[in-house]
């Protein structure tokens, strides 16, 4: 069974920063797809970023480029979030996801993925 458990988030100032990490476990991740999600309260389940565990190709969704980071450890089987300069909008819950056979123009698609995190909050106060 797939276990993804997720670490990190808290409460920041405007401009400040939070790494958020996402351990999975279960069976061996060597292919596929880790992605990023968040919720704000009253809003849909929106796509923050996704990394491919072979090649390493990564997606960032157009509110977080050149803000937030994702990264992966294949030895670890972890996929961390750097999230830099972040921004009251950026509060959310974020929740960390796994998919094994999804085309990359799906990468996006909460509905692709196959096991979710826990979740975590991240409240980030102007």
């Known amino acids: 069974q797939v276990q993804l458990v997720q670490s990190g988030g808290g409460l920041v100032q405007a401009g400040g920063s939070l790494r958020l990490s996402c351990a999975a476990s279960?069976?061996?991740?060597?292919?596929?797809?880790m992605g990023w999600f968040r919720q704000a309260p009253g809003k849909e389940r929106e796509f923050v970023a996704a990394?491919?565990?072979?090649?390493?190709?990564?997606y960032y969704a157009d509110s977080v480029k050149g803000r937030f980071t994702i990264s992966r450890d294949n030895a670890k089987s972890t996929v961390d979030l750097q999230m830099n300069s972040l921004k009251p909008e950026d509060t959310a819950i974020y929740y960390c996801?796994?998919?094994?056979?999804?085309?990359?123009?799906?990468?996006?698609?909460?509905?692709?993925?196959?096991?979710w995190g826990q979740g975590t909050q991240v409240t980030v106060s102007s």
């Open positions: 996801a796994s998919g094994q056979r999804i085309h990359s123009r799906d990468y996006g698609r909460g509905g692709e993925y196959d096991y």
């Open positions: 279960g069976r061996t991740f060597n292919s596929g797809v």
């Open positions: 990394i491919t565990w072979t090649i390493g190709i990564i």
